[in-house]
């Protein structure tokens, strides 16, 4: 099980308190980005450890986010704030510290699910661009003597 050390202390995740994790969530956890948000860690770390199952809100509350057992998530969005700002904070990670990094972990829009994205194997080739007249062949110069000589030969 993965747990985060108290938020007041020098080492805040050892690899002895994360053994199964990689170390781009290691990363993540130590980073600065993370470092003043013990919720958000505390999130990243429950989604990472329940990420091959489906994830309730209410459980998400309960046993991540510290809620009572008599929260309603239909009435409380506290869940889905907490979720909204792990995105962002993720996106602030990866633009900042986490360039370096091979993988992303995102959440998708609508969903509670932590998952990996590892880059494609090959690149996508960018062409430069090029103007469509360029592109597309001149029309044939005889194109134009054609309707000309058609009517021509009908009259």
Request: with cysteine; proline share 12%; charged share 20%.
């Amino acid at each position: 099980m993965i747990e985060a050390a108290p938020s007041n202390s020098p080492e805040v995740l050892t690899p002895a308190v994360i053994p199964e994790a990689p170390t781009a969530l290691v990363a993540i956890l130590r980073s600065k980005c993370f470092e003043k948000a013990p919720t958000l860690r505390a999130l990243i770390l429950y989604l990472w450890q329940h990420r091959e199952e489906p994830i309730s809100e209410y459980a998400i509350a309960t046993e991540a986010l510290g809620r009572p057992s008599h929260f309603n998530p239909k009435t409380d969005a506290t869940v889905r704030v907490q979720i909204s700002r792990l995105r962002q904070r993720l996106e602030k990670f990866y633009e900042d510290e986490g360039q370096h990094l091979s993988g992303r972990f995102a959440i998708p829009l609508g969903s509670h699910q932590l998952q990996r994205e590892m880059p494609a194997e090959t690149e996508a080739i960018v062409l430069p661009a090029v103007p469509i007249q360029a592109v597309l062949p001149p029309p044939p110069r005889h194109s134009r003597w054609v309707p000309i000589l058609a009517s021509l030969c009908a009259v």
